[in-house]
Nanobody, 115 residues
Framework: QVQLVESGGGLVQAGGSLRLSCVASGSIVSINVMDWYRQAPGKERELVAR???????NYADSLKGRFTVSRDNAKNTVYLQMNSLKPEDTAVYYC?????????WGQGTQVTVSS
């Protein structure tokens, strides 16, 4: 079992920045991939960024250059740095951990970008 707790969401003006954190606990040695997803009202959940256990990163094409995913293995934490935020970035942001057999989700953190 893996538990994930996100934090760092909030209300920010367009053009501002936020850094989200996702702290993992439990059977973290089994985790191969950590993802950030988001879900806006009335829309499907979408993949924002991914970081593998080896440090390889991938991003949604539309977010490249504004969002950066990173990890601190000593703190069992994955971060999502979000810059130049836009109102369309408003969503609940979720952390996901993927092991060989299972995936785990956090409870989500709300990000609201005002125009």
């Amino acid at each position: 079992q893996v538990q994930l707790v996100e934090s760092g969401g909030g209300l920010v003006q367009a053009g501002g920045s936020l850094r989200l954190s996702c702290v993992a606990s439990g059977s973290i040695v089994s985790i191969n991939v950590m993802d950030w997803y988001r879900q806006a009202p009335g829309k499907e959940r979408e993949l924002v960024a991914r970081i593998t256990s080896g440090g390889t990163t991938n991003y949604a094409d539309s977010l490249k250059g504004r969002f950066t995913v990173s990890r601190d293995n000593a703190k069992n934490t994955v971060y999502l740095q979000m810059n130049s935020l836009k109102p369309e970035d408003t969503a609940v942001y979720y952390c996901r951990a993927v092991s060989r057999l299972f995936d785990y989700w956090g409870q989500g953190t709300q990000v609201t970008v005002s125009s």
